[in-house]
Nanobody, 115 residues
Framework: QVQLVESGGGLVQPGGSLRLSCAAS????????MGWYRQAPGKQRELVAA???????NYAGSVKGRFTISRDNAKNTVYLQMNNLKPDDTAVYYC?????????WGQGTQVTVSS
């Protein structure tokens, strides 16, 4: 079992930056594929970015070139660096850990992009 705690959300102006963190419990963090998802009001949850246990990454087209996912296995933490934020990036951002048929979710952190 993995417990995930996100942090780093908040209110930012368009064009600004935020870095989200997701801290995981447990000693097997390095085996998990880690993902960031987001859900805006009235919309389905969508994948933002993911990073495998081998360090391969993939991004949603809407964030490619602006967001960067990374992981620090020594700290059991995955990050999402978000630059040039836009109002459409406003959502609750969730962290997910996946291995085999097991998925674990964090509680989410709110990101609001507004002037």
């Amino acid at each position: 079992q993995v417990q995930l705690v996100e942090s780093g959300g908040g209110l930012v102006q368009p064009g600004g930056s935020l870095r989200l963190s997701c801290a995981a419990s447990g000693s097997r963090f390095s085996i998990y594929t880690m993902g960031w998802y987001r859900q805006a009001p009235g919309k389905q949850r969508e994948l933002v970015a993911a990073i495998t246990n081998g360090g391969y990454t993939n991004y949603a087209g809407s964030v490619k070139g602006r967001f960067t996912i990374s992981r620090d296995n020594a700290k059991n933490t995955v990050y999402l660096q978000m630059n040039n934020l836009k109002p459409d990036d406003t959502a609750v951002y969730y962290c997910k850990a996946s291995w085999g048929r097991n998925d674990y979710w964090g509680q989410g952190t709110q990101v609001t992009v507004s002037s």
